[in-house]
């Protein structure tokens, strides 16, 4: 013991014993905050920051974290700033429990397996530390919560009689005018532009997971061209955000975060989440550990990581209307109803509550919009992906957002 | 950044002391583009130098091109030599300033710089105006300078003449590394036994008996300057290597560019190089082309993923004047 270290008193056990996690909200909710330490018996902190500032501090500031809660598709960015460390799959005792989703990139042979960048691309460590789908003993990534998102529309603009087929063309249907949202992040809010330009027929992409320079060029043309028709109120970046505007009336269609249709008050009845004809943005997300995490809190981290898998969790982001990569656990921690409900796409049987176990956030009788977790789960068009041009269409993108929102400051 | 050396005085110092010392005869005929050749500079301090030194009745202007050595008023006839043959003695200071390397070149190193700086963060525009008022050059510099960045496929002319830069691309890193693959390991098999074995040997000992606690990791980047040098650029197909070497300038600009932003470095490729230079050491010319085509395939790999996470990296971190962000909005 140096003489220094009756002065400085020694960090104490519960400062020792601390797992910080940077993550959004999506998954980083104050419930399985608690619930994680009681189970785990360590101190837990978490970090939420929106999409783009979670991934550029993931990035630059790897010191300030040791696990890292986002989406598949920034292991484009995270992993190759040299952030992250490989986890060993022999550590994860859930491991071999994780879907295929994942694993092959599909839920079954024949299901879509859309364009862009399927979380199995970057699963994998491939030797030379870049990432890949073919199978190694390291991943990036440990597969937690996904989702297969769309939009949502005012059913008292749209689709009034109730036969109007529902596509992603709808974002520029001109009763949108002035009244659509998207949501601000490259790499998610880029495609639902994508996909409805594609779905009007005004532009047609080779890749529309990959695209060229010359077609990210005729994209922001299109979008620029839509917003001096006045077409885009608003980019959002939380979900609560995306809520407030339907809330407010601001909004009759937008992109959509599933949790953020169980915040629309009484706009509830009127906003309807659309099953595009095209198909759904899907996106993956997952655990990752920081580079410099070793020792006892390289442990730490990883019981972290099997406790996100073990069911608890699951359930409770499955009442936020988000998957898990292992269902058998959540199952345990679903009532029957619950279960038939979010992942079966069953009627509900009797009212159900969200997150917080007391607000009803689906009647007895709804149906989840898109049907079962297997149908949905074979109707993806595309992933949420950093494309190679991702760089130049990030910052087109960013001139954009500005242009929008820059009118409200 | 602005350079504070006048460059004219520089040039009038060193034709002043010639003509002192009498290197430089009465009569003998002064030319602003030999004398700029001479001293790797623009013409722009060369007229200066020679304004100062004609006030200071040094030299004098007669009927013909450029001035004559000595006062206005001497009869000596005009004396024509090439003045690169005359031997002059440069003071050792001025030498290094002016004579080591040419104000174009220190410009062009800058500018270049600059520019493969910006071109990730979109396109740009360059002010040819504001550029020379930057560093305190003529025209003819600036102008120097943009063609061989121009020659050098690092900026471009737009229909309506002005230079742009960028934005540098993943299809246009994609088309250059297939370029690269396309040629340079058949440049590495028509270089056989040019290649520089015992530069290559060198470079293996080298990194071979490297302490990295004491003289850090190895560095990519000068093994592949090695390659280059000592293998590829000894094709004897002079054509071939200039094209070679064009479609490189781009990335390598890029790339330090990167790195200067604190991009992390690529530690597999160090092993890569040595591999390959193994190859080349023990002669296995094909296997090295072989091998190379492969190492270009994962570097162009390696460089797109590179290109992708400079995204996080917010707003363009410039820093001259003269170069404008061109907004298509």
Not at chain 1, 34 to 51: P, Q, R, T
Not at chain 1, 148 to 168: A, C, I, K, L, Q
Not at chain 1, 384 to 404: G, I, K, L, P
Not at chain 2, 233 to 260: C, D, G, K
Request: proline residues 4%; charged residues 25%.
């Amino acid at each position: 013991m140096g003489r220094n270290s009756r002065r400085q008193p020694s960090p104490s056990i519960h400062r020792q014993r601390t797992l910080r996690v940077l993550g959004t909200d999506i998954s980083l909710l104050e419930a399985v905050r608690f619930k994680a330490i009681s189970d785990l018996g360590f101190n837990i902190e978490f970090e939420v920051l929106d999409f783009p500032n979670c991934q550029r501090k993931a990035a630059l500031n790897p010191e300030a974290y040791d696990v890292y809660d986002q989406c598949f598709h920034n292991l484009a960015i995270v992993w190759f700033w040299g952030a992250l460390q490989p986890i060993d799959t022999a550590w994860l005792s859930n491991w071999s429990k994780v879907s295929a989703l994942t694993k092959s990139g599909g839920v079954g042979k024949y299901a879509s397996r859309g364009f862009g960048d399927a979380p199995m691309h970057k699963l994998y460590v491939q030797p030379d530390h870049s990432l890949g789908p073919e199978e190694t003993r390291h991943i990036a990534m440990l597969p937690t919560v996904h989702n297969f998102d769309s939009f949502g529309y005012d059913t008292r603009v749209f689709n009034t009689d109730g036969n109007e087929r529902e596509s992603w063309a709808m974002l520029f249907d001109p009763r949108a005018q002035g009244k659509l949202a998207l949501v601000d992040e490259p790499a998610i809010g880029l495609f639902d532009v994508a996909l409805a330009a594609e779905a009007i027929g005004v532009l047609r992409f080779e890749n529309i997971g990959n695209m060229s320079p010359a077609e990210i060029g005729a994209l922001f043309k299109f979008l620029r061209d839509k917003r001096k028709e006045g077409f885009v109120l608003r980019c959002w970046r939380t979900g609560e955000q995306a809520a407030k505007l339907f809330r407010d009336g601001d909004v009759v269609i937008q992109s959509m975060w599933s949790p953020a249709y169980n915040e629309l008050g009484s706009a509830t009845a009127v906003v309807k989440e659309a099953v595009p004809a095209e198909g759904y943005r899907a996106w993956h997300g997952g655990l990752s550990i920081a580079r410099h995490v070793t020792g006892p809190r390289l442990r730490m981290a990883c019981e972290y990581m099997d406790w996100w898998l073990s069911g608890w969790a699951g359930a409770v982001m499955a009442r936020r209307g988000y998957y898990m990569s292992v269902p058998s656990t959540v199952m345990d921690y679903l009532s029957a109803a619950e279960w038939s409900y979010w992942y079966d796409g069953q009627e509900a049987s009797e009212d159900l509550t969200g997150v917080d176990n007391e607000t009803i956030v689906v009647r007895r009788g709804a149906r989840r919009s898109g049907g079962s977790y297997l149908e949905r789960a074979r109707r993806i068009a595309l992933w949420n992906t950093v494309m190679d041009e991702h760089n130049y269409a990030a910052r087109a993108w960013t001139r954009f957002v500005s242009s929008v929102n820059g009118k409200l400051r | 950044m602005r350079k504070s050396i006048k460059r004219y005085e520089l040039v009038a110092a060193a034709l002043r002391s010639n003509i002192v010392s009498g290197r430089l005869e009465t009569g003998l005929v002064l030319l602003e583009g030999p004398i700029a050749g001479l001293m790797k500079t623009s013409r722009a301090p060369v007229q200066a130098a020679l304004r100062i030194l004609e006030e200071e009745k040094l030299i004098h202007r007669f009927d013909g091109r450029g001035y004559l050595v000595g006062r206005a008023g001497t009869s000596a006839a005009p004396v024509r030599h090439d003045i690169g043959k005359l031997g002059l003695r440069i003071p050792n200071e001025i030498d290094a300033a002016l004579q080591n390397r040419g104000l174009w070149e220190v410009v062009y190193e800058e500018v270049e710089s600059a520019v493969a700086a910006c071109l990730i963060f979109g396109e740009f525009r360059i002010i040819e105006s504001e550029l020379g008022d930057y560093y305190g050059v003529s025209r003819t510099v600036v102008r120097d300078v943009l063609g061989r960045l121009h020659e050098r496929g690092i900026i471009a002319k737009t229909s309506s003449s002005h230079w742009i830069v960028g934005p540098l691309t993943a299809e246009s890193v994609r088309e250059r590394f297939q370029v690269r693959r396309l040629l340079e390991p058949e440049a590495l098999r028509l270089a056989g036994d040019r290649i520089d074995l015992e530069k290559i040997a060198q470079s293996l000992e080298r990194e071979r008996t490297r302490n990295p606690a004491k003289q850090g990791a190895a560095d990519w980047m000068r093994l592949e300057r090695d390659l280059m040098e000592f293998c590829i650029f000894r094709a004897p197909n002079q054509h071939l290597v200039e094209l070679i070497r064009h479609n490189q300038m781009p990335l390598a600009a890029a790339s330090r560019a990167l790195t200067r932003l604190g991009l992390p470095e690529d530690e597999i490729a160090v092993s890569e190089y040595l591999m390959l230079f193994e190859l080349i050491a023990a002669r296995a010319i094909d296997a090295a082309a072989i091998y190379l085509s492969n190492h270009l395939t994962a570097l162009a790999e390696k460089n797109l993923a590179r290109l992708k996470i400079v995204a996080v990296i917010g707003e363009a971190q410039v820093g001259v004047p003269y170069l404008t962000l061109r907004e298509s909005d």
